[in-house]
Every structure is written in structure tokens, then in C-alpha cells.
């Protein structure tokens, strides 16, 4: 195992990583800047207002995204499995 296939892991598992977790980081971030500018633009300053739109928002993009999240995960432990059985065999 050299140098090369030790950064095409570390490339691939953050690649994978920023996959499986961006729908949610995103959209989490939308709804809290929506709820932000409409609290700010109506003067409601109640902190749980944030929360709850924000969980429901999350939950609906896991249900909805989670067959690729899961995918994606399985392909890359698919490969990683793939680079130890090379290794070991």
C-alpha cells in the first residue's frame, strides 16, 4: 500500500462523507436563514421557533434522501472492503 491509494481513500471518504451529509446540513441552513429573516423582519424573537421547523425540515429530507445516503454509505464500504481484500489477499 503506498502513498497514492492511501489519499484516494482519505479523498473518497471525504467525498462520501460531504455526499451523505450535505442534504441535511443545507437544508437545515435554509430554514434557519427563512426563519431568521422572518423573525427579523416581524419582531418575533422566540428562540424554540427556530427548532421546531428546523427538526421537521430535517426529518422530511431524511426520509426523503436517506435510500441515497444509505447507498452512498454502502458503495463506499463496498470499496473500502474491496481495498483490504486486495491488501490482505
Known amino acids: 500500500m503506498n502513498q497514492e491509494v492511501i489519499l484516494d481513500i482519505v479523498r473518497d471518504a471525504l ?8 442534504p441535511v446540513l443545507v437544508t437545515a441552513l435554509v430554514v434557519g436563514l427563512v426563519i431568521s429573516i422572518l423573525q427579523a423582519t416581524t419582531q418575533i424573537q422566540e428562540q424554540t421557533l427556530t427548532f421546531v421547523p428546523k427538526i421537521l425540515c430535517v426529518f422530511l429530507v431524511l426520509i426523503i434522501a436517506g435510500a441515497f445516503m444509505i ?13 483490504v481484500s486486495n491488501i490482505v489477499g
Do not use: P
Not at 447507498?71 to 481495498?83: D, K, Q, V
Open 71 to 83: 447507498n452512498t454509505l454502502l458503495s463506499f464500504t463496498n470499496r473500502i472492503f474491496s481495498y
Open 15 to 22: 467525498t462520501t462523507t460531504i455526499l451523505v451529509s450535505a
